[in-house]
C-alpha cells in the first residue's frame, strides 16, 4: 500500500526565517511526486511534479527536491504570502491516474 | 479561465437526505476525479474517470455514486446522507500526463 507522511504537520516561521518541509513515501515504482499549495478555503494549487531521485526544480523562493525515500520542499527566506498548507503526493508507476496524499504541512509565516 | 468549477459551495444536510454534488471543468481533460479531505488524514480518492463513459472506485466509495455527463461535467451523488460524510469535497481533472488541477470545494456538513 502506497503511502506518505509529512512533517512537521505545522511550522511558524519569521519572514527571512529558511526551512524545510519533508515528505516521506513508500511506494511500489514511483511514476512522480507532486507538490501542492492549499490556502484557506481554497482547492490545492499545482506546484511541482518531480520523476526521479536527484531531480530539482524551483520557483520564486521554493525549491523541491528528491530521493529515493523522501522529497524536501526548502523555502528561502519566505514571505507573509507563503503562509499556506503544503501537500504531497505520489502517483505509483502501475497506477496511471490515482494519487496519494500525505495530510499536509501547515506553514505560518509571520511578520 | 474557469479551470474547475464546483457547485454548490457549502450545503447543510439532514442525515437521510441525498443530494448531488456538481463538478464542471472548461479544459477539455478526458480524467476527473471526486476527493474527500478530513482533518488530519489528506485527500482521500472517492472516485474517478479516465474518460468520458467510465468510472471507477477509488479508495473511499462506500455511500456515493458518480455519472460521468459529458466530457466536461462529472456529478458526485450521495443517496443517504450520514454524520460520517460530513466532509470537504473536491473535484479534480487532468490531461494525459499533466497534473492534477482542482475545483474549490464544497463544503458539506451532515446533522
Known amino acids: 500500500e502506497d503511502q506518505v507522511t509529512q512533517s512537521p504537520e505545522a511550522l511558524r516561521l519569521q519572514e527571512g526565517e529558511s526551512s524545510s518541509l519533508n515528505c516521506s513515501y513508500t511506494?511500489?515504482?514511483?511514476?512522480?511526486l507532486f507538490w501542492y499549495r492549499q490556502d484557506p478555503g481554497k482547492g490545492p494549487e499545482f506546484l511541482f511534479t518531480?520523476?526521479?531521485a536527484g531531480e530539482e526544480k524551483e520557483k520564486e523562493r521554493l525549491k523541491a527536491t528528491l530521493t529515493k525515500k523522501e522529497s524536501f520542499l526548502h523555502i528561502t527566506a519566505p514571505k507573509p504570502e507563503d503562509s499556506a498548507t503544503y501537500l504531497c503526493a505520489v502517483q505509483a508507476a502501475g497506477s496511471a491516474r490515482q494519487l496519494t496524499f500525505g495530510s499536509g504541512t501547515q506553514l505560518t509565516v509571520l511578520p | 479561465n474557469a479551470g474547475v468549477t464546483q457547485t454548490p459551495k457549502f450545503q447543510v444536510l439532514k442525515t437521510g437526505q441525498s443530494m448531488t454534488l456538481q463538478c464542471a471543468q472548461d479544459m477539455n481533460h478526458n480524467s476527473m476525479y471526486w476527493y474527500r479531505q478530513d482533518p488530519g488524514m489528506g485527500l482521500r480518492l472517492i472516485y474517478y474517470s479516465a474518460s468520458e463513459g467510465t468510472t471507477d472506485k477509488g479508495e473511499v466509495p462506500n455511500g456515493y455514486n458518480v455519472s460521468r455527463l459529458n466530457k466536461r461535467e462529472f456529478s458526485l451523488r450521495l443517496e443517504s446522507a450520514a454524520p460520517s460524510q460530513t466532509s470537504v469535497y473536491f473535484c479534480a481533472s487532468r490531461d494525459v500526463n499533466q497534473p492534477q488541477h482542482f475545483g474549490d470545494g464544497t463544503r458539506l456538513s451532515i446533522l
Open positions: 511506494v511500489s515504482g514511483l511514476r512522480g
Open positions: 518531480l520523476y526521479s
